[in-house]
């Protein structure tokens, strides 16, 4: 082939269909297992966001798609054999909701933008492989889902139990508590309010501590915000359960709190007005108050039961409990800002140590007792700092003058020792509650029957497919639509042969993806949910890349998966994802985008406008990956004009392939292999994948440089640098590079190109530019060493004639020196 292409424009549109039927011929991104097994070639598992199939793909996934992509290619690049796989997360809310907006069957709509993203995503140019592509709603893949759900009840990790649960108004379900994002479903943002269900829970609270030390080995290569919020979610705590007797009742009033040392100052107790308990024990005499605030109650979200500026509500149950320190009777509350589900559901109140216990005090006229000493200039109410114990002894204990930790440790050892309650350990984490009340889900494979109770589907039975119960009205109504399917739900026991029913709620969409990482490494795999062969030689992760606002979700549940199947002897580690890359949002003209604000930006508009990998570009060189991107302020046409200077110092190339780049322009190759090295410590250093794209630029100009002003395209260095913006562009705009590596003479595909070759001896620097700044314009440019000092060359900037010039006599306020590229003279 002819080194100067025909062509004199870059037609970016032509280029994209051709190299997408080069690449649909080559397969050049399938994942080799035996590579990996056999120790041929290292292995990178390059995981990123399982997609939902409600639409076409959009700006946001753009732009993860764009960043996730550096990576793999860059891990391909380097020698490794890498898996980097793609399939969709097709069941749950958002297909199902979508879907009924669309007036469409789920099935219809989910398959149909499956399609449509599939090819979007090969347009786009992303380096998947696609012959391990599944969907979360085959049969073939949630057949497994079912097979971990009764592997899971076997080992008591998935139960069945009433109680109160979040209860979403609009999509008429159940929702997890991480699914609760202050106070509003996080799927549709209605306000959540209660229900008391019977539904199926994973218990999550058994790898609570696990869970939470286990980051401690996350936190270097995962964000820090994620880090925290798992453990702020996961909520360990060190304090004390204590029993209070209770006037009428056999059994003691259990109660935990993080402050045993303040026991002296319980002057009262309450209790969730929506827990079991408080229905237990109110009196006659008090019931009917009760009920009736107990349905005020049920209507009020948690954030605004736990809000700090409410007045405090309640109703007296008629009982007393005895506090157990003191020997007083004190008074037994029902209110709503305690919740049912923390610790025992009751509290023992404290009001001179909390601020909510001292407004309820205050508003029903109770004692309030200081028990830690507030500072002589305290003007506030309740006191929640350190400080001596007052106000606590009695004939057998006397804290008095301790510090909170001293008393805590004192006060917990005498309860022990006196029956009257143990140290505990407590955690805001609470199981996972999976069940949903809607159709588009994994049926949870369980039979309920009169005469047997709770029967497992068996295995050979799996999978209890969905039937699809076209023409059915599928919209939300409180029960799952699956309950009336008659022919569906009504069935045999397993076990004794009777009439029996299926449950018929299904699985949260999140137990879809808690393991879908494993089942890439064998999707089509008929006899077991993965092979834990391959499972071990790929796994885990080397880095996950997805939004943040799973970092409760999605990040959470598949780390406890993860811990549940090594326990299940599957796999031989206990964490799923090695590193993790949160991206930005994209937004424009300053927020989030939206069609009533007319700020929407069409992810199809722009790669017409502009092609794929000038939207690559773009997105990638707008920022560090964590940042949001405003399209306002970004250029795609700017990229594209510097994709098109790329392409056309690939044709302006005259040397052949292979020549000896040694005799070429020292000072070019010196720019090349240092553009190298950086590339390779901004990629690996820190994800600085925008400041990469910057010193590509940068090598580009110093080649034009060259050929225009030096040997023109012949010199060797010219080859071996526009070479090497080929491979390093193919990470970023693969289209591009293809078209630069074939006028470059070299067969497809440049994405097995392989890394360039660093000389060593080519990245020491004899000198380096300083750029000298006066009134903010540049007035020198001095070559100095690469070691020199800032005093050094901050003489040697005031020296300089130009800079002379410039300050003209002025008086010398300030000098910014940053060594050994910058001086900033103020005057």
Known sequence: MSQQSERTSYDVHAVETRWKRVWEDLQPYVADDEAVLSGQREKRYALTMFPYPSGDLHMGHAEVMALHDVIARYWRQRGYEVLNPMGWDSFGLPAENAAIRNDEHPATYTYGNIDTQFESFKHYGMSFDWTRRFNTSDPSYYRWTQWL????????????????????????????????????????????TKRELTQWYFKITDYAQELLDDLDVLAPTWPERVITAQR????????????????????????YTTRPDTLFG?????????????????????????????????????????????????????????????????????????????????????????????????????PIVRTVQPPDDWEGEAYVGEGPAINSANDDIDLSGMGVDEAKRTTIGYLEQQGLGRGTVNFRLRDWLLSRQRYWGVPIPVIHCAACGEVPVPEDQLPVELPELRGADLKPKGVSPLAAA??????????????????????????????????????????????????????PCDIYVGGVEHAVLHLLYARFFTKVLADMGLIDFREPFKAQLNQGVVINQGKK???????????????????????????????????????????????LRFLQRAWRLAGDVSSAPGVDPTT?????????????????????????????????????????????????????????????????????????????????????????????????????????????????????????????????LEAAALADPGVQRAIDGATVRKVIVRAPKLVNIVV
């Open 149 to 192: 759900f009764l592997k899971f009840r076997e080992q008591g990790l998935a139960y069945r139990k009433n109680s109160p649960v979040n209860w979403c108004p609009r999509d008429q379900t159940v929702l997890a508590n991480e699914q609760v994002v202050d106070g509003h479903c996080e799927r549709c943002g209605a306000e959540v």
């Open 232 to 255: 702020n979610w996961i909520g360990r705590s060190e304090g004390a359960h204590v029993d209070f007797v209770v006037e009428g009742r056999d059994e003691p009033l259990t109660v």
């Open 266 to 366: 319980a002057t009262f107790m309450v209790v969730a007005a929506d827990a079991s308990l408080a229905d237990q024990l109110v009196t006659d005499g008090h019931r009917a108050a009760f009920e009736d605030y107990r349905e005020q109650v049920r209507k009020r979200t948690d954030i605004e039961r736990q809000s700090t500026d409410r007045p405090k509500t309640g109703v007296d149950l008629g009982v007393r409990a005895v506090n157990p320190l003191t020997g007083d009777p004190i008074p037994v509350y029902a209110a709503d800002y305690v919740l049912a589900d923390y610790g025992t559901g009751a509290i023992m109140a404290v009001p001179g140590q909390d601020q909510r216990d001292w407004d309820f005090a205050k508003v029903f006229d109770l």
């Open 486 to 539: 008659e022919e569906w739900v009504n069935v045999d026991c397993p076990q004794c042969g009777g009439q029996a029913k299926r449950d018929s709620d299904t699985m949260d969409t999140f137990v879809d993806s808690s393991w879908y990482m494993f089942r890439y490494v064998s999707p089509n795999d008929d006899t077991q949910a993965f092979d834990p062969v391959l499972a071990n030689a790929w796994m």
């Open 593 to 639: 985008m939206s069609k009533s604000l007319g700020n929407g930006v069409s992810l199809g508009d722009q790669l017409r406008e502009f092609g794929v990998d000038a939207v690559r570009l773009t997105l990638v060189f707008a920022g560090p990956p964590e940042d949001d991107i405003d399209w306002a302020d970004v250029s795609p046409a700017g990229s």
């Open 664 to 792: 070429g322009d020292a000072a070019l190759r010196a720019v090349t292999h240092r553009t190298v090295r950086e590339a390779e410590g901004l990629i690996e250093g820190g994800y600085r994948f925008n400041v990469m794209v910057a010193r590509v630029m940068e090598l580009v100009n110093a080649t034009r440089k060259v050929i225009d002003t030096g040997a023109g395209g012949d010199d060797p260095a010219v080859r071996e640098a526009a070479e090497a913006v080929a491979v390093l562009l193919s990470l970023v705009a693969p289209y591009t590079a293809e078209e630069m590596w074939e006028r470059l003479g070299h067969q497809p595909t440049v994405a097995n190109a392989g890394w360039p070759a660093v000389d060593e001896a080519l990245l020491v620097q004899e000198t380096v530019t300083c750029v000298v700044q006066v009134r903010g314009k540049v007035r020198a440019r001095l070559e100095v060493s690469p070691e020199v000092s800032d005093s050094d």
